[in-house]
């Protein structure tokens, strides 16, 4: 069973093209997290949890919920991240997590795909998002014909991404992850609701037909990404840049 979790739509991606190699089903976790559905799921096949790095670890809110969720059958999982650079160390935590949850580790993937944190970074043109993720495939069919031989993925990470993973990451979530910096173009705004339904952490509503923003917040995106009218910005950081969702 894959467990996909997304925000602009990098992961869900990737987890559907590894669906079809290795013949397998795919969950979407931003539904059972938004509903803090902990339900069992049932797999015959190893776990393969698909989703982006956030500060070079697996997202703490898919953490979380893998920590509460009761997943039976088969007692091995793998995982596939995407980033836009390096997954860091996330492998290091991965191995930690499926202690925690009584699962086999079976090594972790990295998948390259176009950058989509656009509260920090810049994302790629339409061409240019299409030439990463084309580069993508190689790395992508090689997780995915791994784990349909039952072989284990491999990523060392260097100092660097001991460092990322660790003290970067602890300050991510200490000091930038918040929804304060969120605000909204009310002449562009029709008050859709489209950044609340795509919002997996439930922190957008609607007040008096604008969203307001809420903690706590994960920074997927899917707000600012997915607005039809692009009437979100991310303070200052967004302004002018094109707003990314995967091409494919």
């Not at 090689?142 to 990470?157: C, G």
């Not at 008096?208 to 009437?231: F, L, Q, V, Y």
Request: net charge positive; glycine share 6%.
């Amino acid at each position: 069973m894959i467990l996909m979790f997304t925000g602009t739509g990098n992961s869900a991606y990737v987890a559907k093209r590894v669906a079809k190699i290795i013949d397998d089903e795919v969950v979407d976790l931003k539904t059972r997290i938004q509903k803090q559905d902990f339900s069992e799921i049932i797999s015959a096949k190893p776990w393969v949890v698909v989703a982006p790095v956030y500060a070079w670890q697996l997202p703490h809110v898919v953490r979380d919920w893998l920590k509460k969720a009761k997943l039976t059958g088969h007692s091995s999982m793998y995982f596939i991240l995407t980033c836009g650079d390096s997954i860091g160390n996330a492998g290091h935590y991965a191995e930690k997590l499926c202690r925690e949850i009584h699962k086999i580790y079976r090594g972790i993937g990295q998948v390259v795909m176009p950058e989509n944190y656009i509260a920090m970074f810049k994302a790629p043109d339409h061409e240019k998002a299409l030439e990463i993720v084309e580069k993508a495939e190689a790395s992508i069919e090689q997780a995915a014909w791994a784990i349909r031989n039952s072989e284990p993925l491999t990523d060392k990470a260097g100092l660097l991404g001991k460092l990322s993973s660790g003290i970067v990451n602890k300050a991510f979530y200490t000091f930038i992850l918040h929804s304060k910096k969120f605000i909204v173009d009310e002449t562009k705004c029709t008050g859709c609701g489209s950044c609340v339904r795509n919002c997996p952490m439930n922190a957008i509503t609607l007040e008096n037909g604008k969203p307001r923003w809420h903690d706590p917040c994960t920074h997927c995106m899917a707000c600012i990404c997915h607005c039809p009218e692009e009437a979100i910005e991310y303070g200052r950081a967004s302004k002018g840049q094109p707003r990314y969702t995967c091409p494919k």
